[in-house]
């Protein structure tokens, strides 16, 4: 085995980069695949909580980088999905300055040959930490909103992954309102790709299940029943090279009919 | 923008039809990083090597950067008078 390392990332802050993380980490786990979702927010860690779970961490990366432990030792088997999903969890108490880009990319090269998947959670901004976790990575997916501070700020960081040889570079766009789009008060997905001329590989709405998900710990690709955990599934679908048909919400369509029917269908 | 989808929807000043525009704006900015005294000095470098072949209109001088699809490219439109024929005067 040798694992597609993935980083998510977003120039701006909190625009769903550990949701994403956690959610497509589980789909491409339920397909079959093991997965292994890295936390690179150190310090600021979040991705255990997301994903319930924060109880059963006992050492982390940085313990790995500075052999207080083995590797085997720091990543934690999720008994839901059990052999398929584990989460390697950044250290808390610990700053970004803690591990080396160097050291990241080692540390994925551990992982490579016992995965399929290596999930890399970001820290929003240009700085440090985004520079350390996407290190490992050969592949990007960059979160927006359609909004626009979180556009202009994708737009920063395409521009970074690209130099530093991403690729494929993908886009998810978040938080998508049908109903606002529909009445041009929101950027529609054509705007947004227009704008940032990327790849598109899902459309996530926005989904009051998300927050129901993270207050539980148990994200929503493990039932799938919303509709942004069926947006993550699809998109897990495409990362797996499927061929799931994107469905275009039009923003010059006048039916609301046709609207309200795309609503359901991410 | 057409006479039916102003009607309908008034796309044309709708919120997310400024958002589009503002954005377009600042990240073809934001992509080509370069400042207007740096263009200034291209512009006048420029014409201080293309006055040595071939006569130009200075007044009508037209030089930018023009992003699109993640590439920046430099466009320039130089009205040409006359070609000056022989070599260069230096
Ligand atoms: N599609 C969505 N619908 C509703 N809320 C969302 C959605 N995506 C993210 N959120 C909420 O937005 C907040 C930030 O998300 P998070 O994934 O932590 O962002 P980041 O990791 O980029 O900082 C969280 O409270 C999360 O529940
Ligand atoms: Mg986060």
């Known amino acids: 085995m040798s694992a597609r390392v993935i980083v998510i990332t977003s120039g701006k802050g909190g625009v769903g980069k550990t949701t994403s993380t956690a959610n497509i980490s589980v789909a491409l786990a339920k397909r079959g695949k093991k997965v292994v979702a890295v936390d690179g927010d150190i310090g600021l860690r979040n991705l255990d909580m997301v994903m319930g779970l924060e109880n059963r961490i006992v050492y982390n990366y940085i313990d790995v980088i500075e052999n207080n432990c083995k590797l085997p030792q720091a990543l934690v088997q999720d008994k839901r999905l059990k052999g398929y999903l584990s989460l390697l969890p950044a250290a808390q108490t610990r700053t970004k300055d803690a591990v080396t880009p160097e050291q990241m990319i080692e540390l994925c090269d551990k ?139 039009d923003a010059n369509s006048q039916s609301f009919l046709s609207g309200f029917k795309k609503m359901f269908g991410f | 923008m057409s006479f039916f989808s102003n009607l309908l929807g008034g796309k044309s000043n709708s919120s997310a039809k400024v958002a589009k525009d503002r954005l377009t704006l600042v990240i073809s900015h934001d992509r080509t990083d370069i400042s207007p005294q740096l263009l200034e000095n291209l512009r006048k470098e420029m014409i201080a090597v293309l006055t040595k072949y071939m006569e130009i209109d200075e007044s009508n001088i037209d030089i930018g950067l023009d992003s699109n699809d993640r590439e920046t490219s430099l466009v320039a439109n130089i009205p040409v008078v006359r070609i000056k024929r022989g070599q260069p005067n230096r």
Not at chain 1, 164 to 183: E, H
Not at chain 1, 220 to 249: D, K
């Open chain 1, 111 to 249: 992982l490579r040959p016992e995965f399929d998947f290596v999930i890399l959670d970001c820290p929003a901004g240009i700085e440090g930490g985004f520079r350390n976790a996407a290190a490992g990575a050969d592949e990007a997916l960059v979160i927006t909103t359609p909004e626009i501070p979180a556009v202009r700020d994708a737009d920063r960081i395409i521009g970074m992954l690209e130099s530093m040889g991403k690729s494929p570079i993908r886009l998810i766009i978040n938080r998508f309102r049908p109903i606002m789009v529909q009445n041009n008060d929101m950027l529609s997905q054509d705007d947004v790709l227009d704008i940032l001329s990327v790849d598109l590989i899902g459309v996530v709405p926005e989904d009051d299940g998300v927050i129901r998900a993270s207050n539980s710990g148990e994200p929503l690709t493990f039932e799938q029943s919303t509709p942004a955990g069926e947006a993550y599934a699809n998109i897990a679908a495409r990362i797996l090279g499927e061929n799931v048909p994107m469905l275009q919400f």
